[in-house]
Structures are given as structure tokens and as C-alpha cells.
């Protein structure tokens, strides 16, 4: 699709038309649960929700990055379940980071427990991944002209290995877009062509790719291991008071749909674990689902939605984290895994050389030209040269400061960096990593969520979801790949003027790319 250069986008509407739109986005959002839950509001025969935030159009994004991005989910696949098993690079590149970063500390002191406490052999794992890409170039506005989407290129944001959120609501809202388009809702009251096409919509599929994953896990786990349980099932771990369920619970579904279907249960991280599993002797993982009586179910694989921030790891975090990670059971994803997703790990994999480690050379090429400069804060040489960027007030405002963190709100932007720096210890400063700020182009949309409808410009973040299953070698050295997949995407966008995007913090809105 290529847009006239004089269509202005997105298109002006009528106000009857504009609040009819609206109207229609709320009515499918509450029919297709593309919600989040207010906590502590349910009675007994209600609960309080409110919508997600979302892109009143779709924003215009090049169909060729798209497919590009697409194509190398497959390599950062690999590349990642490689990493996942060298427990030697691991400990190299988070040496500096534990004496600072608690969660890091923890993390890989459970790893050495468990280490020490089970014996070597074949360990199936798996892995959902997402990797965020931003369009880099001209600054000028996308979509003026059929030539300017051929001068960008995707630089990666970060790569996730951890509770990757968003997937369903992704799902929901492209198939929103999708319905809107061929209603045409976006063209009442124009005489003009309908400014958006189907075909430039992509379809997504993320809620079945991610059960298709889970379902794959389950199976490779195989039959039921202990006399004492009367069948295997697949164990969600969540946080507790959880608002996000509507990203959580249709992957559950889907596998409960599934033909023949696979059993799912949910329990809260922390106290309500471990009083609902136990261990055998042989390290079979059961759970006792809530008000059933009888035998044990028998846990085939762990899927992990809770456990990615410091705070859960008191004493009972802890022992939690440990009990599930001594189990037999897979894990999505396995605790080196879950370290991989360390912005620590993304930078050292920008250094020369450390691809080609994982990768061949072809691909180690595909995956550098999607890096964008990212500098350690230590006192090696590269870490000096990234203290003086970051600490430099003429340097430091095309950088982002980014710690080992999820979920958004966390990260230092520009002209913050030098004074933050000089508020915390310099023996803390290893903790994070600097990060060049990606130049995107302009692009116009209209954005509703919870702040309020306004449009303006926007900053769009591609998230392309893969899909995993490897099984590490007794030797503890070769991993082979039995599943790769790309599974789908998510596409996020916010206001030019926000530096954050995570949406259920209320910081940008899922949306659909309109490729040209």
C-alpha cells in the first residue's frame, strides 16, 4: 500500500463519524475482553474493568521491515536458546552485576543450588521470546511519499525471555483493527477511498501460537512419572492480585480448547505455591489444584507469568523459585533462560565477536545490523568509554540509561543520565547498561486510553514473538533445537513526548501496523 502524497493520515472524520468510531472500539473491547481488572473491586456477581489502551487507526509502519522483522525472529531464537545453555558465558557477562543487582544475585544463587543438588543429564526447556525493534531514519513524516519507507531500518529495543506480556491483547487488537476495516468505519461520511485496507493489515495470531508452544512442551514431557498422580497438567505461575488476566487467561483457554484438550492450572507465586505443590523423591513437580480432593496432578511444564522482580524474592519467593526450578518438569523458560532476558546480556552480544560464538556468520550478521551502540557502565575499556558518554551532559542526551528490569518506568533518559549517576554509587553503576536513543520518523495518529482521546504525533515499538523447545545434552554442553517458530507479534505505539511504552502502566496503546 503506498499513500497519495497529498492523503492526509489519519484521515479527518466527521464528528458524528469520530464518535461513532469510538463508540464501536469500546463496544468490541468489552465484547472481546481487551480489558484490564481493577483489583479489590469484585463481589460476589461483579468486578469492575476498564479498557485497554488502544490506537483509534492503525499507524503506518514498512510492510518490508515488517517481514523482515519476521524473518529474523527464527535467528534471535536460536541465537537465545544457545545462550541459554553456556552457562560459562552467563557467568562472565553477570560477574559484575551480582554484587549490585539483587535479583541478579539471587537468581544465580538458586541456579547454583540447584545445580548442586540434581544430577546431570538431558533437560528438556522452553521459550517464549519477544524481540522489540523501533524504525531508525529520517526524521521526516512517514508516509508522505511511496520512497520514504526504503530510508529506515529496525534497530532492537530489547529482547525479552521472561513473562513476555502483551501477546493476547496484540491479538485482540489486530483483529479490532482488522473488523474495523471491513466495516468500514474509517471511511463514514468520505467520499474518498477507505484510507485502510484489509490487506495491509497483518493477521496475528499470538494466543494460539503461545498454546501451540505450551502444548508442545506438554507433550515432550510425556506420561505422568509418580504412581501418586492421576495425570500431568500445565502449571501458570501469576502474581497475585493480577490485572493483566485478559493477556493471561486466553492462552489457558485456547489449551483447554485444544483437541484432545490439555489440562491448565494458575497459582499465585510465593505462599500459595508452595502450599499447593510438592516434590517426590524423583523430583516430579505435583499440584493439588484448589477445592479438588483426590490424587495429585502431575506438573509437565512451568509457565512462568510472576517471579521477574526483586521484590518477590523474600524468603518464600525464594524457596518457590527453588522448588520449581529442582523439578523435572519444563520450564518456559529455564532460570539461565530467564538471566538471558538481563539488558546486561543484550549489550555484551553487541561486542565484537560474541555472536559468531552462538551463530554462523551469515546469520550473526543479520542479527548485528538490527543493534543499535549500547556501551557497559564497568571499568573495562568499552564500560570507560560508556561512563564518559553517559556522564557528559553534551553526550549523554542521545542515550538511555537502562537497568535489568521489566515492565517499564525504569529506565533514565538523556539529560537525566549525568545527575542520576552522580546519586548513586559509582561501584553501582555496573548495574546498568547506556543504550544510543533510536532517531525514528514522525508519524500521526490518534490515541484512546484511560489519559483521555488526543492525536499527535507517535513513536511505534514492533514486538515479534518466537516460540522455543531445546533440550540440553547430558554433557551440559550441546543444545538441540527440536522446535523454533515465529509465533506473532505485538505492535505498541505512544506519543512522541513519552519516553516510556510499557501500556498497562498507561504509557502507549496497542495498535496494528497499516503497512506501505
Known amino acids: 500500500m503506498a499513500l497519495d502524497g497529498d492523503l492526509e493520515y489519519p484521515p479527518r472524520l466527521s464528528e458524528e463519524a469520530g464518535l461513532s468510531l469510538v463508540s464501536q472500539i469500546l463496544d468490541w473491547q468489552i465484547n472481546h475482553g481487551s480489558l484490564l481488572k481493577r483489583i479489590d473491586s469484585q463481589t460476589d456477581h461483579s468486578v469492575l474493568t ?40 552467563i557467568s562472565g557477562v553477570i560477574r559484575d552485576l551480582l554484587p549490585v543487582d539483587p535479583l541478579a544475585a539471587t537468581l544465580w544463587d538458586i541456579h547454583q543450588e540447584v545445580k548442586k543438588a540434581t544430577p546431570p543429564g538431558t533437560v528438556l526447556s522452553a521459550g517464549i521470546f519477544r524481540s522489540d525493534y523501533m524504525l531508525q531514519g529520517p526524521t521526516a513524516q512517514l508516509g508522505t511519499g511511496s520512497d520514504r519507507p526504503a530510508n529506515l531500518s529496525l534497530r532492537q529495543v530489547e529482547f525479552n525471555t521472561f513473562s513476555c506480556a502483551g501477546a493476547a491483547h496484540a491479538n485482540k487488537v489486530a483483529d479490532m483493527h482488522r473488523y474495523l476495516a471491513r466495516t468500514g468505519a474509517y471511511n463514514e461520511g468520505r467520499e474518498r477511498q477507505n484510507p485502510v485496507a484489509v490487506s495491509a493489515l497483518p493477521r496475528n495470531a499470538n494466543i494460539e501460537s503461545l498454546a501451540a508452544c505450551l502444548s508442545a512442551a506438554h507433550l515432550a514431557y510425556g506420561p505422568k512419572r509418580s504412581r501418586t498422580a492421576t495425570e500431568t497438567a500445565i502449571l501458570f505461575v501469576v502474581q497475585p492480585d493480577n490485572f493483566n488476566i485478559a493477556d493471561e487467561r486466553p492462552v489457558e483457554y485456547a489449551l483447554w480448547n485444544r483437541d484432545p484438550s490439555i489440562p491448565v492450572y494458575r497459582t499465585d507465586y510465593g505462599d500459595d505455591l508452595l502450599q499447593r505443590t510438592s516434590l517426590t523423591e524423583s523430583r516430579e513437580l505435583l499440584f493439588h489444584p484448589l477445592g479438588r480432593k483426590g490424587p495429585a496432578l502431575e506438573v509437565s511444564v ?41 539488558k546486561k546480556v543484550q549489550q555484551a552480544l553487541t561486542s565484537p565477536g560474541e555472536l559468531e560464538r552462538f551463530l554462523s556468520p551469515d546469520k550473526a550478521a543479520l542479527v548485528r545490523s538490527t543493534f543499535a551502540r549500547a556501551y557497559p557502565l564497568d571499568e573495562s575499556e568499552a564500560g570507560l568509554y560508556g561512563r564518559s558518554l553517559a556522564t557528559d551532559p553534551q553526550t549523554a542526551h542521545g542515550y538511555i540509561l537502562k537497568p535489568s528490569l521489566e515492565g517499564g518506568g525504569h529506565n533514565i533518559f538523556g539529560p537525566a543520565i549525568p545527575a542520576f549517576l552522580s546519586s548513586i554509587p559509582s561501584s553501582a553503576w555496573c548495574a546498568y547498561i547506556l543504550m544510543e536513543r533510536i532517531a525514528t520518523p514522525r508519524v500521526q495518529n490518534i490515541l484512546l486510553s484511560a489519559s483521555g482521546l488526543d492525536i499527535g504525533g507517535v513513536i511505534s515499538e514492533l514486538g515479534v514473538l518466537g516460540t522455543c523447545l531445546w533440550k540440553r545434552a547430558p554433557d551440559g554442553v550441546t543444545c538441540d533445537i527440536l522446535q523454533n517458530t515465529v509465533a506473532g507479534w505485538s505492535f505498541k505505539t505512544k506519543y512522541d513526548y513519552v519516553d516510556e511504552m510499557s501500556v498497562v502502566k498507561g504509557y502507549g496503546c496497542f495498535d496494528t501496523p497499516l503497512l506501505i
Not at 51 to 70: C, E, K, N, Q, Y
Not at 310 to 321: I, K, L, M, N, T
Request: hydrophobic share 40%; with cysteine.
Open 50 to 89: 476498564y479498557p485497554i489502551g488502544v490506537a483509534v487507526f492503525p499507524t503506518l509502519f514498512p510492510r518490508r521491515l515488517f517481514d523482515h522483522a519476521l524473518r529474523l525472529q527464527s535467528i534471535y531464537n536460536e541465537l537465545y536458546c544457545r545462550v541459554a545453555e553456556d552457562e560459562g558465558w
Open 302 to 342: 512451568v509457565y512462568m507469568r510472576a517471579g521477574y522482580e526483586a521484590q518477590e524474592y523474600d524468603e518464600v519467593g525464594r524457596q518457590a523459585r527453588l522448588r520449581l526450578e529442582l523439578s523435572v518438569a519444563v520450564k518456559c523458560p529455564s532460570l539461565l533462560g530467564h538471566i538471558c532476558t538481563f
